[in-house]
């Protein structure tokens, strides 16, 4: 079974612009988690998509936002980037089912410079 | 916050078991214990994880102790593939409002030769 993937790798941006992140789940997975790694903040939680439905959020600011398809495969975007958005930016991807224990898989990650 | 406390680092000798200890003094009835691994600058991997039963599978084994207030992570016989930083995670059942991992520090295990 394919892993999850995630595209672009790298990128490079300048401040001020906006970014769209892809991540596709693996097959039969519904839930698509986002997260943002920086060196001083860690692993930080974004926000989570189940059926096309934002289902949770973390402590982001508005200019982060993203949506799900039909087909479980997730977009992240950043607009009006700022130098600190510069991170590793992780999705993962489970069954998303309710009551019991649920795995997350994670992408190699989209490693976003802004400059 | 994270939830679970976690040494720094720890050293395991190449052959030998690396058992890697967490605290979770404050988890709920309904929470799992979660275990993932990253190597540097990769995603994180999924380990292992449990509820309340010691749990084994071809990567790893987990010991929740009976209070299940801490866990412990063992890798029977560690090889250099597996320095890495290991994340110990509670969180509750999948689908609920609380559906995230919440990442702390970890534990950065250098394997030696």
């Known amino acids: 079974k394919a892993g999850v993937t995630q595209t672009p790798r790298y990128l490079i941006k300048t401040r001020g612009q906006q970014v769209t992140l892809s991540c596709s789940p693996i097959?039969?997975?519904?839930?698509v988690s986002w997260y943002q790694q920086t060196p001083g903040q860690g692993l930080q939680f974004l926000f989570e998509y189940f059926s096309e439905t934002q289902r949770n959020k973390g402590n982001f600011p508005g200019r982060f936002s993203g949506r799900q398809f039909s087909n479980s495969r997730s977009e992240m975007n950043v607009s009006t980037l700022e130098l600190g958005d510069s991170a590793l930016y992780l999705c993962a991807s489970s069954m998303g089912l309710a009551g019991g224990p649920d795995e997350q898989f994670f992408g190699p990650g989209t490693r976003l410079t802004v400059l | 916050d994270a939830k679970t406390t976690q040494p720094t680092s720890m050293d395991c000798a190449e052959g030998r078991a690396a058992n890697l200890p967490c605290n979770h003094s404050t988890i709920s009835g309904n929470e799992y214990v979660y275990w993932y691994r990253q190597i540097h600058s990769q995603g994180p991997q999924y380990i292992i994880h449990g509820l309340k039963n010691n749990e084994t599978n071809e990567m790893a084994s987990l010991i929740i102790t009976e209070d299940r207030k801490s866990s412990t992570l063992i890798l029977p016989h560690a090889t250099l593939r597996d320095t890495a930083v290991y994340y110990c995670i509670v969180r509750g059942t999948g689908g609920g409002s609380n559906y995230k991992l919440t990442f702390g520090k970890g534990t950065l295990l250098t394997v030696n030769p």
């Open positions: 097959s039969g997975h519904r839930s």
